[in-house]
Structures are given as structure tokens and as C-alpha cells.
């Protein structure tokens, strides 16, 4: 099971999956870059629309390994804040499946995805300020524009731990529903989102992020509308609509 980060697809969804669960599924340098190489690979198949984060063991991940601080880097080693970067950017519409405590620099992974489903058990906590370390841009950013500045200062000042009712209630995770039924509904929420049409579902999640970090670009969202205005995908949906059937979109 003490693997790297590891890439599964099938059909329009597809699946990163933490593997370290002895060491709560912290990551190293190289498994940054591993996530990172998949999320890439995942944007150029352009049939996939959904990208699940999925961890195994007691707990969802840990952040990253701390050891790793100050050791010699390599020529593609990436930090923290810019594999989450990537994450968040990340064509698909991205999901976060949490089965166990959110530690450290995994709080910003889970916050830049879009969809964040966990179990009555889960909890996270923000120790930057109890180690010492001074957090990114990015993550700062994102907690802000995510969750609210209050939410943010309580996370980032105080190190306290929030459980899975906090965590929903502030906005981290998206809903909760029993432990035994995570998979589920992880797996009905990618199947809902891999039926819609490509063209505005990947260009909405892009523009509202945009919105949301103050970085909207009027003409590339006027452009987007216009491809989905002149789609097929536009007929088919309304054709479906009207005959009572689930749509066949092709994203064109």
C-alpha cells in the first residue's frame, strides 16, 4: 500500500488515490510531482470531466511531510502551494472523498477542490502557526475566497481542530453523510457531473474560480458562452428536455 499517488480512469471519471496510510498519507516531494504528472495527464483526456481524490487508511492525508523541509531539491520538485495550484486548476470538476482527519497543507488540497464530501468522524486542523511556518500566497488566498476571512483567522492563528459539523458549517466540506455511504455518493456525484455538457460545466467551474480569486476574464467567459450557444450539445439538451430523456452530450 506505500505506493505514490496512483491514477485510475474509467470513462469520463477519473481517480487519484493516496497510498501511504502507516504515515496518514503525508507526501513527499516525489508524490507531489507524481499528483501533480497525473493531474496533466488527466487535462489532456478530453472525455474525462471528473477527477476524484480518494485516500485509503484511517486518514484522508496529513499534509506534507515536514522531514522534507530543507532537503536538496531536484530539478522537478514542486512546492506545496504549487501542486495545489494545479489541483485547483485542474480541467475536470474535481471531488474530494474524506474518510479520515485533514492535517496541514491537506486542508488547502481539499479547499481547491470543488466538491469536498466527508464522514461524521472527520476533522481537520491548521498547524502553521504551532510549527513556525509562515503559509503561501495560494493557500492563504484560497482559504479566504473558500471559507471567509474569519473562518480563515480561526484556522491559521489558533491551530484549533474543527470537527466534521464545523468543518460544514464554516463551508470546508461540501455536505456529510454516514461513512458507509461516502463511496456512494461520491460515485453518484461524479456520475451526475460526467452527464452534464462538457462546454459549460468546464467553463463555469473555470470562471467562477476566477471570480472568486478577483482574476475573471470578461472575454475568454463571453467566448465560452458563445461556444456553448452555437453547440449541438445546446440542442441535444434542449431536444432531451423536451422528450423526457436523459441528454447524450459529445462537448461539441
Same mark, same amino acid.
Given at each position: 500500500?506505500?505506493? /505514490? /499517488? %496512483?491514477?485510475?480512469?474509467?470513462?469520463?471519471?477519473?481517480?487519484?488515490?493516496?497510498? =501511504?496510510?502507516?504515515?496518514? @498519507? =503525508?507526501?513527499? /516531494?516525489?508524490?507531489?510531482?507524481?499528483?501533480?504528472?497525473?493531474? #496533466?495527464? %488527466?487535462? #489532456?483526456?478530453?472525455?474525462?470531466?471528473?477527477? !476524484?481524490?480518494?485516500?485509503?487508511?484511517?486518514?484522508?492525508?496529513?499534509?506534507?511531510?515536514? @522531514?522534507?523541509?530543507? &532537503?536538496?531539491?531536484?530539478?522537478?520538485?514542486?512546492?506545496?502551494?504549487?501542486?495545489?495550484?494545479?489541483?485547483?486548476?485542474? $480541467?475536470?470538476?474535481?471531488?474530494?472523498?474524506?474518510?479520515?482527519?485533514?492535517?496541514?497543507?491537506?486542508?488547502?488540497?481539499?479547499?481547491?477542490?470543488?466538491? =469536498?464530501?466527508?464522514?461524521?468522524?472527520?476533522?481537520?486542523?491548521?498547524?502553521?502557526?504551532?510549527?513556525?511556518?509562515?503559509?503561501?500566497?495560494?493557500?492563504?488566498?484560497?482559504?479566504?475566497? $473558500?471559507?471567509?476571512?474569519?473562518?480563515?483567522?480561526?484556522?491559521?492563528?489558533?491551530? #484549533?481542530?474543527?470537527?466534521?459539523?464545523?468543518?460544514?458549517?464554516?463551508?470546508?466540506?461540501?455536505?456529510?453523510?454516514?461513512?458507509?455511504?461516502?463511496?456512494? !455518493?461520491?460515485?453518484?456525484?461524479?456520475?451526475?457531473?460526467?452527464?452534464?455538457?462538457?462546454?459549460?460545466?468546464?467553463?463555469?467551474?473555470?470562471?467562477?474560480? $476566477?471570480? &472568486?480569486?478577483?482574476?475573471?476574464?470578461?472575454?475568454?467567459?463571453? $467566448?465560452?458562452?458563445?461556444?456553448?450557444?452555437?453547440?449541438?450539445?445546446?440542442?441535444?439538451?434542449?431536444?432531451?428536455?423536451?422528450?423526457?430523456?436523459?441528454?447524450?452530450?459529445?462537448?461539441?
Amino acid at each position: 500500500m506505500d505506493q /505514490p /499517488p %496512483v491514477l485510475t480512469v474509467s470513462g469520463r471519471i477519473a481517480t487519484v488515490t493516496l497510498s =501511504r496510510p502507516d504515515v496518514a @498519507n =503525508r507526501m513527499n /516531494p516525489s508524490d507531489l510531482r507524481v499528483f501533480a504528472d497525473h493531474i #496533466e495527464a %488527466v487535462n #489532456e483526456m478530453k472525455d474525462v470531466l471528473v477527477l !476524484r481524490v480518494l485516500s485509503t487508511g484511517k486518514y484522508f492525508c496529513s499534509g506534507f511531510d515536514i @522531514n522534507a523541509f530543507g &532537503a536538496e531539491k531536484t530539478g522537478r520538485d514542486m512546492s506545496f502551494g504549487e501542486f495545489v495550484d494545479v489541483l485547483e486548476l485542474a $480541467r475536470p470538476i474535481t471531488i474530494a472523498g474524506i474518510q479520515g482527519g485533514v492535517y496541514g497543507g491537506a486542508t488547502d488540497m481539499c479547499i481547491a477542490c470543488d466538491f =469536498r464530501i466527508g464522514v461524521p468522524t472527520v476533522d481537520c486542523f491548521m498547524p502553521a502557526a504551532r510549527l513556525g511556518l509562515h503559509y503561501y500566497q495560494g493557500g492563504l488566498e484560497r482559504y479566504v475566497s $473558500r471559507l471567509g476571512l474569519n473562518a480563515a483567522k480561526r484556522m491559521f492563528l489558533t491551530a #484549533e481542530k474543527l470537527d466534521a459539523q464545523t468543518m460544514l458549517d464554516i463551508g470546508f466540506l461540501t455536505e456529510i453523510v454516514a461513512a458507509d455511504q461516502l463511496m456512494a !455518493r461520491v460515485d453518484a456525484l461524479a456520475q451526475t457531473l460526467a452527464g452534464m455538457a462538457p462546454i459549460p460545466l468546464l467553463g463555469m467551474k473555470k470562471h467562477l474560480n $476566477r471570480i &472568486a480569486h478577483g482574476t475573471l476574464d470578461v472575454l475568454d467567459l463571453e $467566448r465560452d458562452e458563445l461556444l456553448a450557444q452555437m453547440s449541438e450539445d445546446l440542442k441535444e439538451g434542449g431536444l432531451a428536455w423536451k422528450e423526457k430523456r436523459k441528454p447524450a452530450f459529445r462537448g461539441v
